[in-house]
């Protein structure tokens, strides 16, 4: 299917946690919005390929995603090759969305880094005629995204634009704490992580209302692009969207 919107994750989580009330508020607009995920996130210390799957369909259901789809790379292998490439560009000439999103290219998870590099040149090589692929053995006509833009992770950086997310960041939450393996549970035997820290989940709302203070919101999401994003002054004073593409 078309998608409006089309997200790349390294695994099961990265969306929802980066910009999960994005899409949940591009969903509530009416746009068709997907996901597909990387690797099943099999090398995660806490749960298992099956509790994630479960995990990411729940969430999908909570952001009411139009497409979610997992590609089953192989988890904390996530550098750029031929063949990955080619599996992203297949699936970017499929579902021909209008905004791509990445990973940010800097990040503490390799797999991020590795994500971000192989969404970048794919959403460059898809334009191209002379790189030909195939989708259930018909050829596909080639197809570029409008915008390129990345999403925030662990670390930081200076934001292109910020997303008002004040009226989906609890819907993101939910979908965010629908993986229960990943985060802090009292009663886990599982060993500690990164983020199964109990002031995680604290940092991630702390986050959302730093960057939604930054814009007079309540809550917000940062974002990053390579290129320069029109504003349409007229669009923004009328109170609509700020830019031409979100």
């Known amino acids: 299917m078309n998608l409006d919107v089309l997200i790349f994750a390294a695994h099961p989580d990265d969306a929802e946690l980066s910009m999960g009330g994005t899409i949940a508020k591009l969903s509530k607009l009416g746009l068709t919005v997907g996901v597909i995920d990387l690797t099943k996130g099999e090398l995660g210390t806490r ?3 099956e509790t994630r799957k479960r995990e990411a369909d729940k969430a999908a259901e909570i952001l009411s ?8 790379l192989k988890d904390g292998s996530i550098k750029f090759n031929d063949d990955y490439l080619k599996r992203i560009i297949i699936k970017i ?3 021909k969305p209008k905004l791509l999103f990445a990973p940010y290219f800097n990040d503490r998870h390799p797999d991020h880094i590795g994500a971000s590099q192989l969404v970048k040149e794919a959403f460059f090589f898809s334009g191209l005629h002379k790189i030909e692929t195939e989708e259930n053995n018909r050829p596909q006509i080639p197809f570029r995204p409008q915008k390129l833009f990345y999403y925030m992770q662990t670390y930081e950086f200076k934001p292109s634009f910020i997303f008002d997310i004040s009226e989906t960041f609890e819907t993101k939450m939910q979908a965010v704490l629908t993986y229960d393996t990943q985060f802090h549970q009292p009663e886990s035997k599982e060993p500690e992580t990164f983020i199964s820290q109990p002031i995680f989940i604290q940092f991630i709302e702390a986050r959302a209302k730093y960057f939604g203070f930054k814009i007079g919101k309540q809550y917000g999401e940062a974002f990053f692009s390579e290129e320069e994003i029109e504003l ?3 669009v923004f004073l009328n109170g609509t969207s700020k830019n031409k593409y979100l």
């Not at 995603?65 to 089953?72: D, F, Q, T, V, Y």
């Open 93 to 95: 000439r499929k579902h």
């Open 47 to 49: 749960g298992t390929e």
């Open 232 to 234: 349409d002054i007229a």
């Open 65 to 72: 995603l139009a497409h979610r789809e997992n590609l089953g």
